[in-house]
C-alpha cells in the first residue's frame, strides 16, 4: 500500500513550523528529492488531535546536499553527520534522512544506524515500531503514504507492529502500553504474542519513566495498558503490581472484585479527572495507581469471614518507594507521592470524625497540597463500581481546607528565624525549639497572624531565659 488516498487539508501549515516545513519540502523538490511529514504528527492529525512536533524525512537527496539547503533558510543543529539528523532551532522540526538500523548487541542502544536516502517509502516504514506509526504525509502535494496499512489500522481502534524488527527494541512493550491507554485501542493479537517474546533486557531508567509517565499523564484509559502489561508477562518485571492480581476484598465495600481490578477503576476514573498540569497529574496518577500497594502484605479473613487489610497505607510505604525508584531517581517526585499514599484514607476518617482544624493544617503540612490527596481519595471512591462514586468527604474537606487557606500548599510558618532576631534573641541553639514552638502553636490555632506570632514568640524567649528553678512565667 503507497500513496492511496490524497488529504490536503490533513495538517494545517498555517503557522511558523508549517510553513517552514512547506519552504524545506519545495527546496528538497526542487534538488531532486521529497519531503513528507512522518510519525506521530501524522497519527495526530488523522485522529483529530493538532500536532506539536513534526518529523520530517527527506528520500532522494543525501546529508551533504541536504545540510546546506537547510542553513540557506534555517539555524540548524546537527544531531549525527553519519545518520543525517538535523534540528530546526525555534521551530521544533526534526529534518532526517530515512535510517537504517541493525541490532548490533544487546541492550536498547545496541543499534548501528546509517542514514540511506535511497531507501524505500516501504523499506523506512519498517523500522518504525506500529502501523500508526508509519505514515508519511507530503505537505506539497497532500498524498497520505501509508505502506503498512496504518490508516486502516487507526479506523479499526488496533495497535500493530510494522515488521519483525519491532523485537529488536524491547522498549516498544512500554510504547503499546501508553499507546493503548493513550488512543484506547485495541493489541493485535500477533503483536501480542510477539510481545510475550520480548525481553526487557536492561532498559534504563529514564527511557522506562518516559513510558509510564506516559501512561499516567496521557492515557484516557490506563487500564488498557496495564491489563496488556500483564496478558503479555511484562507485568513481572513490577512484582509489587503483580501481587495485586490475586489479593481480595471485601465484597461488600469492594464488588468489582479484587485489588488489581480495583486500581485499573481508579485509574480510569482518574484519568478523567485530569486537570492537564503535567506534574499535577504524574503525582496524582502515581499515588493513585500505588495506593493500595499495601494491601497484598496485610490482608487476612477474621474470624467473621471478612476480608481485612489493617495499615495498608503505612504498610504499602516501602513497596511503593521501591516500585518507583525502579522508575526514577527523581527524588522530589518520590517525596511528593509517598505522602499521599499513606494518607488516602484521611479524607474519610476527617469526615466522620469531623477532624479539628489542627489536623487539618497538619494533614496539609504532611502532603504538601490537600487538593491532591482529594483527587486521590476521589479515583479510590470511584473505583467501586457498581457502588456510587459518591463523596461528601471530599468536599467538605476541601471547604474546610479552603477556609484555613491549605488547599493548594502547606501551612508555611509564621514566625521566622528573623523575627527572633528583632526581638533580640541572638542565633543559637535556642532558635529551632523555639521556631518549631511557635509553629506547632500556629497549626494548633492559637495564633493566625504576625502580632499574635510575636507575642507567643516573647513569652518563650523569656522562658528560655528564666534562671533555672524561677517558674515566674507558668
Not at 519540502?25 to 534538488?31: C, E, H, K, Q
Not at 510481545?195 to 534504563?204: N, V
Not at 481519595?377 to 462514586?389: I, T
Request: aromatic fraction near 6%; glycine fraction near 8%; hydrophobic fraction near 40%.
Amino acid at each position: 500500500m503507497t500513496e492511496n488516498t490524497t488529504r490536503p487539508d490533513l495538517i494545517s501549515l498555517d503557522s511558523p513550523s508549517g510553513r517552514a516545513i512547506h519552504a524545506i519540502a519545495s527546496d528538497v523538490a526542487a534538488a531532486g528529492g521529497r519531503a513528507v511529514i512522518v510519525g506521530g504528527a501524522v497519527r495526530d492529525a488523522l485522529l483529530g488531535i493538532t500536532p506539536k512536533d513534526m518529523d520530517v524525512e527527506v528520500f532522494g537527496l543525501p546529508a551533504d546536499k541536504l545540510e546546506p539547503l537547510l542553513k540557506a533558510r534555517h539555524r540548524i543543529d546537527q544531531v549525527g553527520r553519519s545518520f543525517g539528523v538535523f534540528i530546526v532551532k525555534g521551530l521544533d522540526i526534526d529534518v532526517a534522512l530515512p535510517r537504517r538500523e541493525r541490532k548490533s548487541g544487546q541492550g536498547h542502544k545496541a543499534f548501528a544506524i546509517e542514514g540511506d536516502p535511497e531507501m524505500t517509502f516501504a523499506e523506512a516504514a519498517a523500522r518504525r515500531d506500529f502501523t500508526l506509526n508509519a505514515i508519511s504525509w507530503d505537505p506539497l502535494n497532500g498524498a497520505l503514504i501509508d505502506p503498512a496499512g496504518g490508516e486502516q489500522d487507526l479506523q479499526n481502534g488496533l495497535l500493530r507492529h510494522v515488521s519483525h524488527q519491532f523485537a529488536e527494541d524491547p522498549l516498544r512493550v512500554l510504547r503499546a502500553m501508553q499507546f493503548l491507554a493513550r488512543f484506547e485501542l485495541r493489541i493485535a493479537p500477533e503483536t501480542l504474542e510477539l510481545c510475550r517474546t520480548i525481553e526487557a533486557e536492561d532498559l534504563p531508567k529514564e527511557r522506562l519513566f518516559e513510558e509510564w509517565s506516559k501512561l499516567i499523564r496521557k492515557g484516557r484509559q490506563p487500564s488498557l495498558g496495564l491489563n496488556f502489561l500483564r496478558d503479555c508477562g511484562w507485568l513481572r518485571y513490577y512484582p509489587e503490581l503483580v501481587a495485586l492480581t490475586d489479593c481480595p476484598q471485601d465484597p461488600k465495600w469492594h464488588p468489582e472484585g479484587n485489588v488489581w481490578v480495583h486500581t485499573l477503576h481508579c485509574l480510569d476514573a482518574f484519568a478523567r479527572e485530569k486537570i492537564d498540569d503535567d506534574w499535577e497529574d504524574l503525582v496524582v496518577g502515581l499515588a493513585v495507581l500505588l495506593h493500595d500497594i499495601g494491601k497484598p502484605v496485610t490482608t487476612y479473613t477474621d474470624d467473621n469471614g471478612r476480608i481485612r487489610s489493617p495499615a495498608h497505607d503505612v504498610e504499602g510505604l516501602p513497596l511503593a518507594e521501591i516500585f518507583l525508584r525502579r522508575l526514577t531517581n527523581h527524588r522530589e517526585l518520590i517525596e511528593q507521592v509517598l505522602p499521599l499514599i499513606e494518607t488516602h484514607m484521611r479524607p474519610a476518617d476527617f469526615y466522620k470524625n469531623k477532624a479539628s482544624s489542627a489536623a487539618i493544617r497538619r494533614l496539609a503540612g504532611r502532603v504538601g497540597r490537600i487538593d491532591r490527596l482529594l483527587r486521590v481519595a476521589a479515583a479510590d471512591m470511584a473505583g467501586r463500581p457498581p457502588l456510587p462514586a459518591d463523596f461528601p468527604a471530599g468536599e467538605w474537606l476541601r471547604q474546610k481546607a479552603e477556609e484555613l487557606a491549605v488547599r493548594d500548599s502547606a501551612p508555611k510558618p509564621i514566625i521566622l528565624g528573623r523575627h527572633l532576631i528583632d526581638l533580640g534573641l541572638k542565633p543559637g541553639v535556642q532558635f529551632k525549639p523555639i521556631l518549631q514552638a511557635c509553629f506547632e502553636a500556629q497549626l494548633d490555632g492559637e495564633f493566625d497572624d504576625l502580632d499574635g506570632g510575636v507575642s507567643l514568640a516573647k513569652r518563650l524567649i523569656a522562658q528560655s531565659s528564666a534562671p533555672a528553678g524561677d517558674h515566674s512565667e507558668k
